[in-house]
């Protein structure tokens, strides 16, 4: 998740949400917030191997 800036929000806050409005099999169980936007390809596809490097880094560290 990438938050707008002065706007705060928790893990906790944002799965009580999902859970009130969706199927229970459907709510993340895992909640990431990130500090920059999802790195994109030219045309705006995301790029998943960048991001699994990224949350890799960021979750050893």
Known sequence: I???EGHT???DELRT???AIMA???APRY???LDAPI???ASGKFL???L???LKVEHAG
């Open 31 to 33: 909640v990431w917030f």
């Open 9 to 11: 929000l928790t893990g």
């Open 52 to 54: 699994r490097e990224s």
């Open 48 to 50: 998943k191997r960048a």
């Open 39 to 41: 790195p994109r390809n």
């Open 17 to 19: 949400h999902c859970a």
């Open 2 to 4: 990438l938050l707008r």
């Open 24 to 26: 229970r099999h459907k």
